[in-house]
């Protein structure tokens, strides 16, 4: 059962645009949401985090939209850059469960120069 | 600051033998979880440790183990292995009651 879809699978941006990768989660007890960002040969590198009580967390030029009503959250990556090419994976966790991550499939951005 | 560590970074195994994955985690972390990777997909949950007590197990067969140290470093151990466990394992460590979930380089291990 994957609690976490995200989409799009791959998703191709000119240097300077926005990038949008978004999720969708199904188990409402989920209460904390991060974003991580994976370079190959790579661990998982946090980039950015919210919890259901606010609808927008902005860090530089990364933000997530959160909507509770619609069990959805995105990524926007703004003025992308070559070095933004990388694999990213939202999760999602509930307080009860510790720190038990579950992750969506991932989305293989790549910036053209 | 030193991040998380594990070792070793890549291992070669042949179908049926024994693995064990080592892992460090960030100084005064007292919790450690361990994720598999299967090329193309997310990171999928096998364990959770704090203070050497198991909180946490994932859909993983009993092939798979784990412990935790005294310093809170952790081992994983996979028996039988099999040519599907083939995969990058990955090794997160957190501070007590916190969410935030730092990740290790993780061992790439091939069963062949």
């Known amino acids: 059962q994957q609690q976490v879809k995200q989409s799009p699978q791959s998703l191709i941006v000119q240097k300077g645009g926005i990038s949008i990768i978004n999720c969708a989660y199904e188990n409402t007890a989920f209460d904390y949401f991060p974003w991580y960002q994976q370079f190959p040969g790579k661990g998982p590198a946090l980039l950015i985090a919210i919890r259901p009580d606010v609808s927008e967390k902005k860090e530089g030029r990364f933000t997530i939209s959160f909507n509770k009503s619609a069990k959805q959250f995105s990524l926007h990556i703004m003025d992308s850059q070559p070095g933004d090419s990388a694999t990213y994976f939202c999760?999602?966790?509930?307080?009860?469960?510790?720190?038990?991550?579950?992750f969506g499939e991932g989305t293989q951005l790549t910036v053209n120069p | 600051d030193a991040g998380v560590t594990q070792s070793p970074t890549h291992l070669i195994k042949t179908r049926g033998q024994h693995v064990t994955l080592r892992c460090s985690p960030i100084?005064?972390?007292?919790?450690v979880s361990w994720y598999q990777q299967v090329l193309g997909q997310g990171p999928q949950f096998i364990f959770q440790?704090?203070?050497?007590?198991?909180?946490g197990r994932g859909n993983f067969p009993d092939r798979f183990s784990a412990r935790q140290f005294p310093n809170y470093s952790s081992e994983l151990n996979v028996n039988a292995l099999l040519l599907g466990d083939s995969a990058l394992y990955l090794c997160a460590s957190s501070l007590p009651h916190t969410d935030t979930q730092y990740f290790g380089p993780g061992t790439r291990l091939t069963v062949l």
């Open positions: 440790y704090y203070e050497k007590e198991e909180r």
């Open positions: 999760a999602a966790s509930k307080e009860t469960s510790g720190s038990r991550l579950t």
């Open positions: 100084s005064g972390h007292k919790s």
